[in-house]
């Protein structure tokens, strides 16, 4: 009887490793695949006119209050996430061009690398380090509210200082936003799709707040 028991929880525990395994894989390839729809608006947006660019940037910003006020608006979160793609990518053509003219392909592409291996390293220690970061979300949520303010209030106001401290907020969220996603996805709390797009967002966020930084301070 023991046997048998033991031999049924061992199934048991090795049909539940499987199916992790299985929604982690869906998970790495809805982030895949939001960044290819990334890559097809950020192609197109080379044809984006001037003065498509500030509505546009209305129109994201809308996006996000969707997602923040309607608990990421679950429901039509499909149809968000794909508009959002589309969208973000076609406004990040002017800003990585931007980038890559003031600092160089050379400098370019190594703070993407650096913001690359900071999405890993916070990665790593929300999945393998932090045992449960459940309670950071209510923190992380509150910090992003006060972002979205605080970047809409920066559109009005054209101080060095106050875009460089929302740059820095917003890098330290997005790295812990990181953490936190991956500690859920470790205590199994999480939809493949839903958090596929997460860490889509996730790493955008970091490697534009990085090389927002980097052309700030660039000599």
């Known amino acids: 009887m023991a046997e048998t028991a033991q031999h049924i929880n061992k199934h048991k525990q090795q049909s539940k490793d499987k199916s992790k395994s299985h929604a982690y894989g869906k998970v790495w390839l809805f982030f ?38 309607f608990n990421r608006a679950r429901k039509y979160g499909l149809v968000i996430s794909h508009i959002y793609a589309i969208v973000v990518g076609l406004l990040s053509f002017a800003t990585f061009t931007t980038y890559m003219q003031n600092l160089g392909p050379e400098v370019f ?10 999405f890993m390293v916070f990665g790593i220690i929300g999945f393998f380090v932090i045992g449960n970061a459940a309670s950071m979300g209510k923190y992380l949520f509150v910090t992003l509210v006060a972002l979205i303010v605080a970047s809409l209030i920066g ?24 953490l936190y996603d991956f500690n859920r996805m470790k205590r199994g709390q999480f939809s493949p799709r839903e958090m596929g797009f997460n860490l889509f967002i996730n790493l955008l966020h970091i490697i534009k707040y990085v090389l927002r930084l980097a052309n700030k301070f660039r000599r």
Do not use: D
């Open 155 to 178: 559109m009005f106001i054209q101080n060095s200082l106050f875009h460089t401290i929302i740059t820095v907020v917003g890098l330290l969220l997005f790295l812990l936003y990181t």
């Open 32 to 69: 895949v695949y939001y960044w290819i729809i990334f890559g097809i608006g950020c192609y197109f947006g080379q044809y984006l006119p001037l003065e498509w660019r500030r509505p546009l940037s209305f129109v994201l910003l809308g996006l996000v209050l969707i997602t923040v006020i």
């Open 109 to 118: 592409y190594k703070n993407v690398i650096l913001a690359i291996a900071g």
